[in-house]
């Protein structure tokens, strides 16, 4: 395996890595936009969030929890130890995430399906459930390679699950005019599934080649199990509610546009037009300051252990910076060119108002996210 790397170079490999899955991202956005059309983004964004709520549970707050106490451990060069926190998160997170997929697989029909006031996200809700232990195994993977202070696989896996859903997107344009907007959601959702496998199966093949260093430290460290529960709860409980106003939302928006006269249909076609163009915009930088966030973690837990509060906080304060100075610039664009952007990405004029005042929101949004991967670090 490689050397470590160092704070800067690590956040870049992220920003590098995050930018090339954007950009495809959106190239994959825009040919799904136009391929499956609006109302089909619409379904599908409608049970994205409950995919990410409930993958919020099953996570568990392993991948931050794992990450942080990798790098201590991985600092005094104790392999033992560091082998044993990853067979325990990813037994943790298996036994959680497939209990969990199955119950709901059980009670689909009488508890998820009656919350969605389109009925035909019926056929999407299968894949999700087999999305939910694919993407928790994954997380625990990238949090134990951050911990190791090596990004790379991370943003490699990242970019291959883009890759692959691209291929997977434009093999299936040919059948898409003839499929129903049910089934076309359910085909996006699959495409997901697979592209997950992909990076899961690329995680696990690094870490079967992984190199730990030698030495090993004589007293092994008790209670590994709750050690790991100490960071990952109190991580769970501050994402659980960010998740659970991100499942709401598109519950609460898709009933209220039907509330104010819309049909079923007309709503889940205003809802696509939110989240296949507005949403993405605003949230583009944020894969800028997630790398900041990301890299700082095991960067202070590693100045911690050593006692070196100098490092310590010039590591926080320097992360606190570049993701102010990362929203103010992409903030200034955003109000000031929403028009263009909107144009050059969608060719559509739609939503030009919404994106101001959204973008001056989001720019505190930004930066909130490396002060909780802060206080994480100092646990």
Not at 147 to 166: K, Y
Not at 171 to 198: H, M, N, R
Not at 267 to 277: E, I, S, V
Not at 287 to 309: C, D, G, L, R, Y
Request: charged share 15%; with cysteine.
């Amino acid at each position: 395996m490689s050397k470590p790397q160092s704070f800067i170079h690590g956040t870049l490999t992220l920003v590098i890595t995050g930018l090339i899955v954007r950009f495809l991202g959106f190239f994959i956005r825009l040919i799904m936009v136009r391929a499956v059309g609006e109302e089909a983004i619409g379904l599908y964004h409608l049970v994205l969030p409950t995919f990410f709520f409930i993958f919020t549970f099953t996570q568990l707050g392993l991948p931050v929890a794992i990450s942080q106490r990798v790098s201590k451990y991985y600092s005094k060069h104790d392999t033992q130890t560091i082998r044993r926190l990853f067979y325990t998160s990813l037994t943790i997170a298996l036994i959680l995430s497939v209990t969990t997929s199955v119950l709901l697989f059980i009670i689909k029909d009488t508890f998820l399906l009656p919350l969605f006031s389109d009925q035909r996200v019926y056929l999407a809700l299968v894949p999700l459930l087999w999305l939910i232990p694919l993407a928790t195994c994954s997380s625990v993977l990238k949090g134990f390679f951050q911990g190791l202070h090596n990004m790379r696989p991370q943003g490699v896996s990242q970019l291959l699950e883009q890759i692959v859903r691209l291929l997977l997107l434009l093999y299936g344009l040919k059948d898409y005019p003839f499929d129903t907007v049910e089934v076309l959601a359910e085909k996006l959702l699959w495409q997901s599934v697979i592209s997950e496998c992909f990076s899961l199966f690329y995680l696990l093949i690094l870490y079967v080649n992984v190199q730990l260093p030698k030495k090993q430290q004589a007293k092994r460290p008790q209670h590994l199990t709750k050690e790991l529960l100490s960071i990952a709860l109190p991580t769970t409980g501050m994402r659980m509610i960010h998740s659970f106003g991100h499942f709401l939302e598109p519950l609460i928006i898709h009933r209220q546009f039907v509330l104010n006269g819309l049909s079923i249909t007309g709503a889940t076609k205003a809802y696509g037009l939110l989240t296949g163009y507005i949403f993405p915009l605003v949230n583009f930088p944020m894969f800028i300051t997630q790398a900041i966030a990301q890299a700082t973690i095991p960067s202070v837990t590693e100045a911690i252990e050593q006692k070196n509060m100098k490092q310590t906080h010039f590591r926080i304060h320097q992360a606190v910076r570049y993701s102010i100075m990362v929203g103010i610039f992409f903030t200034i664009i955003l109000m000031v060119y929403p028009d263009t952007l909107l144009f050059l990405m969608y060719d559509t004029d739609k939503g030009i108002t919404l994106i101001k005042w959204l973008a001056f929101f989001y720019f505190f949004h930004l930066f909130t996210l490396s002060f909780s991967c802060h206080f994480t670090g100092e646990r």
